[in-house]
C-alpha cells in the first residue's frame, strides 16, 4: 500500500529558530501533497497545497513566507516553520496523492512541533 | 463553498454493537470519498474509500453512498474498544481540483 514517511515525529525548537519538517511517499510518486496543521481536540486545517516542480498553494491566512513549502520531486516535500513561535506549536501532518485512477490521499506519520 | 458535515458526537456503543457514522456534503458533483481513523495525537488513517452508489464491504467496515441524498456513511460491525476514536469523512469534490475537504469528525467510543 502507499506509504508515507514523515520526519520529524516530534521536535522541540527555540522561538526564533526554523524547523524543517519531510514527507516522502516511499512506495508511489506524489504528484500532489498536502500540509496540515490541527490543534489538540480541532479537525484538520489544510495549509497548502504543493505540486512537484511548482510553487504551492497557500490557504488564505497562512503566511507562504512563514511556512516555506519545497516540492522538488514526485517523493519529497518539505515544509520549513520560519522564525517560529510559541503559537505555531501545533501538529503538522502531511498527505500525499498518488497517480492512477483509484488515487488515495495517505498522511504522514504528523510532526509534534513544540516551540518554547 | 464546498462543505462536508459530520455529528460531532461523540457517539457511544456498546462493545459488539454496530456504530453507523454519518457525512453529509454539499457538492452534488463530488465524485469519490473517503473515510478515515484518527486516534488521538495520531495522524489520520484511510478505512474506506468509496466512489459509486451502494455498499462497500471491507472487514467489519462498510461504507455507503447516496449520491442523490449526498451522503455516505460507516458502518462498524462487532465494534471494538479499540475502534474508538475520531472519524473523519473527505470528500473530493467535481473540477480539476484534487484537494479534499474534511469534516471535523465524529467521536466514537466503544464501551466494553
Known amino acids: 500500500g502507499a506509504v508515507v514517511s514523515q520526519h520529524p515525529s516530534r521536535v522541540i525548537c527555540k522561538s526564533g529558530t526554523s524547523v524543517k519538517i519531510e514527507c516522502r511517499s516511499l512506495?508511489?510518486?506524489?504528484?500532489?501533497m498536502f500540509w496540515y496543521r490541527q490543534f489538540p481536540k480541532q479537525s484538520l486545517m489544510l495549509m497548502a497545497t504543493?505540486?512537484?516542480?511548482?510553487?504551492?498553494?497557500?490557504e488564505q491566512g497562512v503566511e507562504k513566507d512563514k511556512f516555506l513549502i519545497n516540492h522538488a520531486s514526485l517523493t519529497l516535500s518539505t515544509l520549513t516553520v520560519t522564525s517560529a513561535h510559541p503559537e505555531d506549536s501545533s501538529f503538522y501532518i502531511c498527505?500525499?496523492?498518488?497517480?492512477?485512477?483509484?488515487?488515495?490521499?495517505?498522511f504522514g506519520s504528523g510532526t509534534r512541533l513544540t516551540v518554547v | 463553498q464546498k462543505e462536508v458535515e459530520q455529528n460531532s458526537g461523540p457517539l457511544s456503543v456498546p462493545e459488539g454493537a454496530i456504530a453507523s457514522l454519518n457525512c453529509t456534503y454539499s457538492?452534488?458533483?463530488?465524485?469519490?470519498f473517503f473515510w478515515y481513523r484518527q486516534y488521538s495525537g495520531k495522524s489520520p488513517e484511510l478505512i474506506m474509500s468509496i466512489y459509486s452508489n451502494g455498499d462497500k464491504e471491507d472487514g467489519r467496515f462498510t461504507a455507503q453512498l447516496n449520491k442523490a441524498s449526498q451522503y455516505v456513511s460507516l458502518l462498524i460491525r462487532d465494534s471494538q474498544p479499540s475502534d474508538s476514536a475520531t472519524y473523519l469523512c473527505a470528500v473530493k469534490a467535481s473540477g480539476g481540483s484534487y484537494i479534499p475537504t474534511f469534516g471535523r469528525g465524529t467521536s466514537l467510543i466503544v464501551h466494553p
Open positions: 512506495d508511489f510518486q506524489a504528484t500532489t
Open positions: 504543493s505540486n512537484e516542480g511548482s510553487k504551492a498553494t497557500y
Open positions: 498527505s500525499a496523492r498518488g497517480q492512477g485512477a483509484d488515487y488515495g490521499y495517505t
Open positions: 457538492d452534488r458533483g463530488s465524485q469519490s
